[in-house]
């Protein structure tokens, strides 16, 4: 049976490549997962909501031994079709997971991280989210860390963007509790998250190591077409948010951002 984001998966990482923005977010992230795990070699990492398997391949290049899951099959095909192209088969496996239903027993490991790329978390139910967090323990190494890219229910370029052109309902899609439709022909369905509260829901068994905005100044993809034509001032936006980056508190107003939670 097909589920959302099946029928984007053949496509998906070709129109990712071509992406300037989408690849100087996902170059913020890498950067920071490896400030927090200089040594990657021996880490056991579960990878949730692993889509087309960028991330995988690049952990799996460094070494890493990772499962990669996914809600959709189709995803997994194409992840499986990098593992093989990278010739990472000793060190990638994949999984069909649906995170809001998976039973954590199905694992025979302790992970050392388990990370979540861009939106997977948005996926989520707040109340499957919830139970999320209250497994996701048992499975993990002592010290453990959870890191996740999620969007927030601000976006300063977004509202901005659409407010200018006086499309508010664009403009403030994301101020609500209610689901969004994403891509409505598919149904598919994305929450947004303020960092305080997923971390009020963890705050049970994990601590809170640090919170990132991931595209306070760096645009959102939706202005792709637009700066793939002024890539010299998109490059300053990027060396901008570098120095930003430390300010937690922006993390609630970008396009993303990266929470990292440690196993208390």
């Not at 609630?252 to 196993?263: A, C, R, T, V």
Request: glycine residues 4%.
């Amino acid at each position: 049976m097909a589920v959302p984001f099946d029928h984007i998966a053949p496509t998906h990482s070709t129109l990712f490549k071509h992406a300037v923005i989408s690849q100087l977010q996902r170059k913020r992230v890498w950067r920071y997962l490896e400030q927090i795990t200089p040594e990657l070699h021996g880490l056991e990492i579960l990878e949730l909501t692993c889509g087309t398997g960028e991330d995988a391949a690049l952990f799996g290049e460094r070494g890493v031994s990772l499962i990669a899951t996914d809600l959709s099959e189709e995803m997994l095909k194409v992840t499986q079709q990098k593992v093989k192209q990278y010739s990472l088969q000793n060190k990638i496996s994949s999984c069909y997971i649906d995170v809001e239903t998976f039973d954590e027993t199905v694992f025979n490991k302790k992970f050392d991280l388990i990370f979540s790329n861009f939106n997977g978390i948005n996926c989520i139910s707040p109340g499957a989210l919830q139970k999320l967090l209250q497994k996701l323990p048992s499975i993990m190494a002592p010290g453990g860390r959870l890191v996740a890219v999620v969007m927030p229910k601000r976006c300063l370029w977004e509202t901005l963007h659409f407010a200018l052109k006086l499309n508010f309902s664009k403009a403030f899609r994301r101020w609500t509790d209610k689901p969004v439709l994403a891509e409505a022909e598919e149904g598919i369905r994305t929450w947004f998250y303020q960092p305080s509260r997923i971390m009020r829901w963890a705050s049970q068994s994990f601590r809170k190591v640090r919170t990132m905005p991931v595209g306070i100044t760096i645009p959102p993809g939706f202005l792709e077409k637009f700066f793939s034509k002024r890539k010299r001032t998109l490059f300053k936006l990027y060396s901008l948010e570098k120095k930003l980056s430390r300010f937690a508190f922006l993390a609630g107003f970008s396009d993303h951002y990266i929470i990292d939670l440690q196993l208390k």
